[in-house]
């Protein structure tokens, strides 16, 4: 008989990218590129390309530097790239995404539960990620925010072309460990960005403050267009709004989600839309906990308050809350 041959799967590299021909590395499409970063491996290094997994990058901040050296120096399009962070990778870095980098790229944590990567900011009352390019991914981390700190924020500041729009944040794990201050702070109104099935807990400002989702500033509109979908709040000082009202976010869809009453931490604002300048949200599907009225922390848009029918409430005493079925049927008052 024979002996059984089989022919050894081919890996066609990338002319001029080392290590694209790895059977582990490069997986493309059109224009785009795969960067690995694990710093626990043992053949990582911070000289590296990142192509190749068995000699991945050691930090997120050069593995978006040599990206954005790649577009410079070759002029080609590598949108739709991918940064992949190796299970139970312990990231500790301030990163930065410049308008320089590549649109529509993503930041994937591998691995799921106890091993997913933890990224803290380099300082504890630091940023652990903020996005000025548009259309970037950031999905499967479990952020342990730092005393004051925040784990993502959104800068929409044209002046100084900053376009951290259209972006995806979907199934991370944002832990404020009792003393950090924003899970997501959108800044400057980034539009069209979508927040999807994440976590939000114990998140604890010193000057009580401290916010899962918060609108810092304005300062070309306020957020349009922005889909929160899927998420859990809880034991979080406040969970989604501004300071004093101030910003909120216009004709967006808030679907899905639990907003759950605090008990550790006593939660002052659950879902405040004041702030819009605009309003018109739609707010439907959710499971809303504790006073569901102005008292409560649950606010609608004054001027163009929008849809708040068909959410679950438990509070089946207001007038806005059909006391069979806990079917919210108005805006809370």
Known sequence: MLPLIRQQTLYPGQFGVEGSD???????????????????????????DGTDPEHPLTTITQAIANLTAFVTSTSRNLNGSVIVVGAGATVAESVVIPPTAPKNCAIIGAGYSVDAPTWTAATAAGTALTVRQSGWAIQGFRYNVGAEGTAIRLDWVPAS?????????IN???DGQYVGKYGIDLN????????????????????????????????EADPYMNIIRGNTFWENEN???SLNN???????IIQGNVFKAGVGIATTLMLDLRGGSVGENTVVDNIMEGDYSNVG???ANA????????????????????ATTGWTIAVPA
């Open 188 to 219: 400057g109104a980034p539009f069209d960005t979508w927040i999807l099935n994440n976590s939000f807990r114990e998140l604890k400002s010193a000057g009580g403050a401290a916010f899962a989702i918060f609108c810092s500033g304005s300062s």
């Open 297 to 299: 922390g649950y606010y």
């Open 22 to 48: 790895v059977s582990r590395g490069l997986r493309s499409s059109p224009g785009a590129i795969v960067l690995h970063v694990d710093e626990n491996h043992p053949g990582a290094s911070a000289t590296a």
């Open 246 to 252: 101030d910003y909120g976010f216009n004709v967006s």
């Open 303 to 322: 001027g163009a308050p929008g849809m708040w029918i068909g959410n679950r409430a438990e509070d089946l005493a207001e007038a806005e809350v059909d």
């Open 239 to 241: 969970h989604v709004g």
């Open 161 to 169: 072309s900053y376009v951290g729009n259209r972006t995806k944040i």
């Open 172 to 174: 991370n794990y944002f």
